[in-house]
């Protein structure tokens, strides 16, 4: 099981530490195990219990009266409400209850009904990317239980390789191609299948390499295939120095090239780099550049 921090729980729940503070205080909404040193630790069970708790009374529900409703009663007026709501704060909630539930249904159904509503891609974007953005920074602390956000990971895996499948081949006038690969110690690979999904939407072609490539590896693909750009993601922690080394590298071996990055550890870059380095800011962004190639 895991264990967060109020932290924690105020990053995937929305409600400041503050007030969890003073509804456990005064409702005994949840009853937190304390550390020898007095610091709060919640568990699954009290993060699920916020959560549906923060989805009700964003609809209006008073703490006094959600705070003396069992749990079996929260979860019925959610789902309730969830039924009706386009809301993607509540959806993303949800998500997580799912996740720590490993309940694939309920992750499926969610999913399902906001592809209906607003298509695939608009699923990716304003539903799932910030999803897994809450996620993987509870990760990268291991605040969360690797075992529930690997369930999570595989299936949004899954259905990003089929929707990659369904995309018909486009030749273009003015056909570009895209290297997508990840470092040589860096597994986590959803944030690039995204892209990829995204790229042949739009009647790019790509070449995926996918994890772990040996950056010699990526010499000899230069030599096989032509190649307008690279785009690659960090996630798994690195140091701004080998960071920031192995992208001066990049630029230094493909001067020709552009290079993309993103990925939860740019944020440690500071300082310039080379002009050929592009850093993904968001999807939005990102989706912005495709526009433009």
Do not use: C
Not at 85 to 90: P, Y
């Amino acid at each position: 099981m895991a264990s967060y921090s109020i932290k924690d729980l105020e990053e995937l729940s929305g409600i400041k530490a503050h007030t969890i503070r003073i509804w456990e205080k005064r409702y005994g909404v949840v009853v937190p195990e304390r550390t020898n040193t007095n610091i709060r630790l919640y568990s699954d069970e009290d993060l699920k219990k916020l959560l549906n708790i923060s989805i009700l009374n964003k609809h209006g529900l008073k703490i006094s009266h959600l705070s003396r409703l069992s749990q079996d009663d929260l979860k019925e007026k959610v789902i309730h409400i969830s039924r009706e709501t386009t809301n993607t704060g509540i959806q993303i909630e949800n998500l997580i209850i799912s996740m720590l539930d490993l309940d694939e249904w309920k992750f499926d159904k969610i999913l399902s009904d906001s592809i209906i509503k607003i298509g695939f891609e608009e699923t990716l974007v304003s539903l799932m990317h910030p999803f897994f953005e809450k996620i993987g920074l509870l990760w990268q602390t291991g605040s969360i239980n690797p075992a529930q956000e690997h369930f999570v990971s595989n299936l949004m895996r899954q259905k990003l390789i089929v929707a990659i499948d369904g995309q018909a081949p486009v030749q273009r006038d003015n056909q570009v191609n895209f290297i997508l690969f990840l470092h040589e110690n860096e597994l986590h690979e959803l944030g690039l299948l995204f892209y990829s999904y995204l790229l042949k939407k739009h009647g790019i072609k790509v070449i995926y390499l996918g994890q772990a490539v040996p950056f010699q590896d990526l010499k000899k693909i230069i030599n096989i295939q032509k190649a307008d750009y690279f785009l690659t993601s960090f996630t798994t922690g690195i140091t701004e120095k080998d960071l920031k080394s192995y992208l001066i590298r990049m630029s230094d071996t493909f001067p020709e090239q552009t290079i993309y990055y993103t990925g939860y550890q740019i944020s440690k870059i500071n300082g310039s780099l080379p002009g050929n380095l592009i850093k993904i800011e968001s999807v939005k962004h990102f989706q912005d550049i495709i526009k433009t190639l």
